[in-house]
């Protein structure tokens, strides 16, 4: 039971360059949320997923999209990475009817 | 923007001693929870107290709810190393959960 997996862990990339995170999850939860975490700024949500195939817009969104194909996996991309999108991704997950969230262990981007 | 914001922003305590930090949100809840982040690591969860729910324990983990001043505290009793780590509490806005920034609390042994 490896409970949420991201990939990869680690990335650099030049301005403009695209690129997907991967988020996968092994507990048949019906949620999905992508965050990024930047110093002295906690965790702000990018979009969300309450389900296959639905995708939501969260705090921050703009320059990000996401795709919920199959209920255990949400897809975080970056079509043309800009240094501001330099910063530490995590990938959450949770059942329907809990509160609790479960992360991955997060994916240090680099944009340079 | 961010519901929860805790206080203080840093810590420092000698082993042993007893760690608080606060949590103040904005609007009305149903419950609150607070979550732990060792450095390099993902969140992890550490408890939920709901609205009807004024202290909730869990091993030396003590945390307070105040729905009227909009205010949660978690007490950590006789700290360990293994405690220094960032404290996040979480509010929940429909399907999302928003955190604060953190308290990063440092036990020196």
């Known amino acids: 039971n490896a409970g949420v997996t991201q990939t990869p862990k680690f990335r650099v990339l030049k301005t403009g360059q695209s690129m997907t995170l991967l988020c996968a999850q092994d507990m048949n939860h019906e949620y999905m949320y992508w965050y990024r975490q930047d110093p002295g700024m906690g965790l702000r949500l990018i979009h969300y997923?309450?389900?296959?195939?639905?995708?939501a817009k969260g705090e921050v969104p703009d320059g990000y999209n996401v795709s919920r194909l199959k209920k255990q996996n949400f897809l975080l991309g970056l079509e043309s990475a800009a240094p501001s999108q330099t910063s530490v991704y995590f990938c959450?997950?949770?059942?329907?009817?809990?509160?609790?969230?479960?992360f991955g262990e997060g994916s240090r981007l680099t944009v340079l | 923007s961010q519901q929860g914001e805790e206080d203080p922003q840093a810590l420092s305590i000698q082993e042993g001693e007893n760690a608080t930090m606060n949590c103040s949100y904005k609007t009305s809840i149903n419950n609150l929870q607070w979550y732990r982040q060792n450095s390099g690591r993902g969140l992890v969860h550490l408890i939920l107290?709901?609205?009807?729910?004024r202290e909730k324990h869990s091993g030396r983990l003590r945390v307070t709810l105040d729905t009227s001043k909009k205010s949660s505290s978690l007490l950590i009793t006789a700290s360990r190393a293994a405690d220094t780590a960032s404290y996040f509490c979480a509010t929940p806005n429909d399907y999302k959960l928003s955190f604060g920034a953190g308290t990063t609390v440092t036990v020196r042994a």
């Open positions: 959450a997950s949770r059942p329907a009817l809990a509160g609790e969230l479960f």
């Open positions: 107290i709901r609205s009807n729910e």
């Open positions: 997923s309450v389900g296959e195939g639905t995708t």
